[in-house]
């Protein structure tokens, strides 16, 4: 079965620190995404891509980065580490041409930055 | 900034009983989407409706949509504990690029 899967599921790692988070899909979908969720504000979108060299910003970008060198896999980076990335991280992702239709979505990675 | 809002924020019920949960946004839409969320694990897409549908079922689900007011509903009739879950909604719309964007949901507690 298809399917979308993010590793590590739980990080922790240290303030200044580079670290990436991974996101496998086997939907053969063109598009994918990252959001973090916090509390009090739901999902926010981080970054996207509609296809294999294609990323975009989202809303909530800064200190975030992303490469998309195959349809499967949307790796997110972390360029130093923040407290204020202490979030619980997911990768989504859709078929079609633009990110309005349903979001298949992974499982998650929480991560802390002491 | 958020599209879509929920009401209530949280919601407790008994097994059996119907769940009702709103959705409101600002700018016009292409789809409304609800999408349910167990503790600890990724959103399940549940249902989409379309600017142009103004209900929708699935199974237990009820989704109306009201343009003309900017909302939404998601209806659960006969609950049960594993409806115990965050609903949100997400919607589509040009003013955010064809992309979605997520309300912050309503945390649903069904008590056996």
Avoid at chain 1, 59 to 75: A, C, I, K, M, Q
Avoid at chain 2, 19 to 25: E, I, L, W
Avoid at chain 2, 40 to 56: A, D, F, P, T
Wanted: glycine fraction near 8%; charge should be positive.
């Amino acid at each position: 079965d298809a399917e979308i899967t993010q590793s590590p599921r739980h990080k922790i790692t240290e303030t200044g620190r580079q670290v990436t988070l991974a996101c496998h899909q086997t939907w053969n979908h063109n598009n994918m995404f990252w959001y973090r969720q916090d509390l009090g504000h739901g999902l926010r979108l981080i970054h996207y891509s509609y296809g294999v060299q294609d990323t975009n910003k989202g809303e909530v970008s800064d200190g975030y980065s992303v490469s998309r060198s195959n349809t499967e896999d949307l790796p997110l980076t972390l360029e130093s580490a923040a407290s204020s990335q202490t979030s619980v991280y997911f990768c989504a992702s859709s078929r079609g041409a633009n990110g309005g239709n349903e979001q298949f979505f992974g499982p998650g990675t929480r991560l802390t930055v002491l | 900034s958020q599209q879509g809002e929920e009401d209530p924020q949280a919601l407790s019920i008994q097994e059996g009983e119907n769940a009702t949960m709103n959705c409101s946004y600002k700018t016009s839409i292409n789809n409304l989407q609800w999408y349910r969320q167990n503790s600890g694990r990724g959103l399940v897409h549940l249902i989409l409706i379309r600017s142009n549908e103004r209900e929708k079922h699935s199974g237990r689900l009820r989704v109306t949509l009201d343009t003309s007011k900017k909302s939404s509903s998601l209806l659960i009739t006969a609950s049960r504990a594993a409806d115990t879950a965050s609903y949100f909604c997400a919607t589509d719309s040009k003013a955010a690029g064809n992309k979605l964007t997520f309300g912050g949901g309503t945390r649903v507690l069904v008590k056996p």
